[in-house]
């Protein structure tokens, strides 16, 4: 099993409209979590990071963590076209290894 | 802002070659990461560091290695390159701290083995 795991996609949703990506994770010594954004050719850039349970909102942006369930999500709110691109979930384990593993990313498309 | 510098954004690189990806951050991370990116299998961990001349495999580390002979430059070595490490390699570097822990790329080097 992977320790980072997203649905490929890709996701399809109009515009104006609230975007789901999920994500889960295998290790419960997962401490922190992060989505990125990663435009075709382009390198990943953070969007959010969370490291506790519940709900946080940046923006149009909200992202949700659930340890008991080993998930994690973003919420995207009035999606918009510049929204299309890949969305990256990764998890951080603590200790000394400050190991960082990504999922393999979800495609989101915005139609017009 | 962060800056994290990748020697090279295209390499082209005859089958056999010893092949050196540099990175360079400027932010002072104690961890530094490379990261090999192909399509349908995102971002796999070839090797990471967490401290000068301290480093771990990550997930794909055969045919790799690494070094960090000082904080802010970390460089990874194809020994003896094969087409299939044609990718997209992309380097990041983070801090430690508790807290802010995110990790910051750079531009990527996308490297073909001929």
């Known amino acids: 099993q992977k320790e980072v795991e997203q649905n490929s996609g890709p996701l399809s949703v109009p515009e104006g409209a609230i975007a789901s990506l999920n994500c889960t994770y295998s290790d419960r010594g997962s401490q922190s979590f992060f989505w990125y954004r990663q435009y075709s050719g382009k390198s990943p850039e953070l969007i959010m990071s969370?490291?506790?349970?519940g709900d946080k909102e940046d923006g149009r942006f909200t992202a949700q963590l659930n340890k008991a369930s080993q998930y994690v999500s973003l919420l995207i709110r009035d999606s918009q076209p510049s929204d299309s691109a890949t969305y990256l979930c990764a998890g951080r384990y603590g200790g000394a290894t400050n190991k960082l593993i990504f999922g393999t990313g979800t495609l989101l498309a915005v139609q017009p | 802002d962060v800056k994290v510098t990748q020697s090279s954004r295209y390499l082209v690189k005859r089958t056999g070659e010893k092949v050196f990806l540099e990175c360079v951050q400027d932010m002072d991370h104690e961890n530094m990461f490379w990261y090999r990116q192909d399509p349908g299998l995102g971002l796999r961990l070839i090797y990471f560091?967490?401290?000068?001349?301290?480093?771990e495999k990550g997930d794909i580390p055969e045919g790799y290695s690494v070094s960090r002979e000082k904080k802010e430059r970390f460089s990874l070595i194809l020994e003896s390159a094969s087409t299939n490490q044609t990718s997209m390699y992309l380097c990041a570097s983070s801090p430690t701290r508790q807290g802010a822990r995110e990790a910051f790329f750079g531009q990527g080097t996308r490297l073909t083995v001929v």
């Open positions: 560091s967490y401290d000068v001349k301290m480093k």
């Open positions: 969370i490291y506790s349970n």
